[in-house]
């Protein structure tokens, strides 16, 4: 079995900044024993980061299946020296796009939003926040709207917005609160 293999991308490419792209990978059998890779960290690597705590290298999405695809977005960071990482979260392999790629500034008024927390771990009767992060793109000034939906919740959970409207460029923060789980 494996190893796995990042196949887009893979040659370099030009993404604009809050892009969405899906990233894929060749799971070759990484999934099933011997390896049993059963969840990928993916990465944005600049100038070549791959070790964990650089702050070159920015995590795009956290503990996914190994399925060989996850659409991730692409951070507002301008470079020529972008890489795509999938890392084994569970295991010690890992793969790289075999060319760098440019990241250039959106052309089209976007927002980008990035939050501090990919994935959480929490005990009744703790509660966990989460800070949600707003750039304007290419001139995008609006006001930008929250809003919690209340069926997505796990039974027993409670969400709170710090502000349900904030201007681009500002931060949110959402609180999730466990103690009436049962």
């Known amino acids: 079995a494996g190893p796995f293999k990042v196949t887009y991308p893979e040659t370099a490419q030009t993404f604009k900044t809050g892009q969405l792209i899906t990233v894929t990978w060749d799971v070759a059998n990484t999934d099933v024993a011997p390896v049993n890779c059963k969840k990928v960290n993916i990465f944005a690597s600049y100038n070549g980061a791959i070790r964990d705590g650089d702050p070159n290298l920015v995590p795009l999405a956290m503990n996914v299946d190994n399925n060989g695809a ?63 992060n707003t750039i304007g793109l290419a001139g995008f000034e609006e006001n930008v709207r929250f809003v919690v939906i209340e069926d997505s919740l796990p039974k027993g959970v409670r969400a709170t917005l710090r502000q349900d409207e904030i201007k681009a460029g500002e931060s949110n923060l959402l609180t999730l609160m466990t103690e009436e789980v049962i």
Request: charged share 15%; hydrophobic share 45%.
């Open 70 to 132: 996850f659409v991730v977005t692409i951070p507002d960071k301008v470079t020529k020296l972008l890489r795509i990482i999938v890392k084994a979260a569970d295991h010690i392999i890992l793969s790289s796009s075999a060319s760098p790629s440019q990241v250039i500034e959106s052309t089209n008024p976007e927002l980008f939003v990035a939050a501090n927390a990919i994935h959480l771990n929490i005990c009744q009767p703790d509660e966990a926040h989460i800070t949600y």
